[in-house]
């Protein structure tokens, strides 16, 4: 009797190990199949999303086969670690374990957007909506609307996001990106208003940021924004008009038609500074940290005029006549290629800024 159970007990060890050879064959064959692609192919992952789940679609859709081994190696290496939402990219000769290896580092596919200096928030929502990988929930919506459901009832948007590569995986909402830009740009602001110099006509940080939006509009060149910021500031400490065209071109809203005209100048709106003291009410674009810290940092000096040169820096002058001097000599007769200032890259498939007239009528 004992015999026959050491018999048995014997053959019961050679079948397990047959089955967990087999199994182990089974198991590896799973994993290094080739999946089955002819080309390139988005996997997407929607939050919530489980391994199980996953792999039996891939069986159902014929990319891979034996699920039920995958999804056995998947509980017993990786229990408890979470499948990250978002595209994954599979490509010919990719095998079910490299598609797994993908899973396990959330190497999912990234896309980015650009909002440029300068741009306003039409141009912002613009490319926003433009982007296919964004998921849009924000359409329909006003200006206003869109802030409170950032959380910022009651605030203007203009000037409000920093200009940036913003990068994100498939799913992010239109109002998630808005929300980093918007934080983004409240950190930059932040740091930069507490390194500010002294004695500076703007009393906070958003008197700032509208003072570095007209700087930022006015030249795109690095190495003026500190002397556009100086004349700036000068005009205001003697109760001088900014007369700044970029303001007049924003208070005109889609009436402006790329010309600006004298009647234009005349005309009164809250952001005409030509008409009103000091600064408009608020940002009229989208600022980088370099105009920031032009606002804050703004050169020395006695010069109160500029103008445009046409090749998009300026000349700078301390009197009237001598400003006087530089119109006749830089705009009056101005070259066919003229303009303000360097021109517009666009992102692509937004459409660019309106150009802008030059800054010939500051004095």
Partial sequence: MKRKFLVLLEMG????????????????????????????????????????GTFNRLE???????????????????AGQPLHSGEYRMTPGMTAQDLIGLWQRGEVVQYSLTLVEGWNFRQVRSALAKHE????????????????????????????????????????T?????????????????????????????DDPY??????????????????????????VRRMKIGMPLQTDPTVIYGLGERYNGKLTRAHLREPTPYNTYTIPGMPPTPIA???????????????????????KGDGSHTFSDTLDAHNNAVREYQIKRRADYRSSPAPVPAPAVEPAPAEQPASSLQ
């Fill in 207 to 232: 008197k700032a940021l509208i003072m570095a939006s007209l700087i930022e509009k006015e030249t795109g060149v690095p190495q003026e924004r500190g002397q556009i910021a100086g004349v700036f």
């Fill in 60 to 78: 159902a859709d014929k990319t891979l086969q034996d699920a039920f081994w995958l999804r056995l190696y998947w509980r017993f290496n990786m």
């Fill in 133 to 172: 990988k964004i998921e849009q929930t924000l359409d329909g919506l006003s200006d206003s609307e869109v802030m409170a459901k950032l959380g910022h009832p009651g605030e203007f948007p203009e000037g409000r996001f920093f200009p940036d590569t913003y990068r994100f995986v498939r799913g992010m």
């Fill in 286 to 308: 989208m600022v980088g940290s370099e105009a920031i810290h032009a606002a804050l940092h703004p050169v020395a000096g006695s010069s109160l005029y500029f103008v445009a």
């Fill in 13 to 52: 060890l050679v079948l397990a190990g047959l089955l967990l050879g087999a199994s182990a064959w089974k198991l590896d064959s799973a994993l290094e199949q080739p999946l089955n692609l002819t080309q390139e192919q988005l996997l997407d992952v929607p939050a919530g999303a489980t391994p199980t």
């Fill in 174 to 202: 239109d109002a998630q990106l808005l929300e980093k830009a918007y934080d983004r740009l409240e950190k930059v602001l932040a740091q930069e208003w507490e390194k500010r110099d002294a004695d500076l006509p703007y």
